[in-house]
């Protein structure tokens, strides 16, 4: 028998889905470990220890627990960046399971995975993410920090298709990042660019994690 994949992971928790389009909705979240971009404004840089080692069948089972008690059927395998480990295993057992699966990813990385939703978030300083995303991103989450140059929303506006909504996120809610996401989204109306939004982190608003 081959051996079992063993995952690092963080944590895994019941909670909402407190960032882009699928905002509100119940979810169980899956915390990989390890980032290999750790930016400064990360708001979960404990993700980038090497957490705990999970067999799939841990995972699995822990994920089958909790939607006993929280029975989302969406799960989000997010990070730290999921796609540096190997989840294939994990994706298709939990689909075997028939939950829904959402990766939060920086797009740095891409595995063929049948995954329901890619949430791709470029980081400074080149917001740079592989080119197989154009067609499999259902969002495009970019934070706003106080070096996201308006050229870059444009590019990245260009380079996914029009009905991919770019999702402005103000770094960890504070109150300088939603002014700037604010004069960023004016400036992308005037500039004429299609489907740029602002959003906000709901779970942070209900104090969840």
């Not at 390890?34 to 999970?54: H, I, V």
Request: glycine share 6%; proline share 7%.
């Amino acid at each position: 028998m081959p051996p079992r994949a063993i995952l690092k992971i963080t944590e895994i928790f019941p909670s909402i889905q407190g960032e882009g389009l699928r905002q509100g909705e119940p979810a169980i979240f899956v915390r990989l470990s390890g980032c290999n971009l750790k930016c400064s404004f990360c708001d979960t840089k404990y993700a980038w220890k090497e957490g705990r080692s999970y067999t799939v069948d841990q995972v699995l089972g822990k994920v089958i627990k909790i939607s006993q008690s929280y029975p989302a059927r969406w799960v989000c395998l997010t990070g730290g960046e999921p796609l540096q480990q190997n989840i294939r295993e994990l994706v298709r057992r939990l689909r075997a399971k028939k939950f829904k699966i959402q990766v939060e990813t920086n797009g740095t990385f891409y595995k063929l995975l049948p995954v329901d939703w890619y949430t791709i978030s470029p980081k400074p300083p080149r917001y740079l993410s592989r080119p197989e995303y154009r067609k499999k991103a259902k969002e495009v989450k970019i934070i706003v920090t106080k070096g996201l140059k308006f050229g870059e929303i444009q590019r990245l506006r260009r380079e996914f298709p029009q009905e991919v909504p770019i999702l402005l996120q103000p770094q960890s809610n504070l109150n300088w990042s939603r002014r700037l996401s604010l004069r960023l989204l004016k400036r992308a109306l005037t500039a004429g660019l299609e489907n740029i939004r602002v959003t906000l982190q709901l779970h942070k608003i209900y104090g969840l994690k």
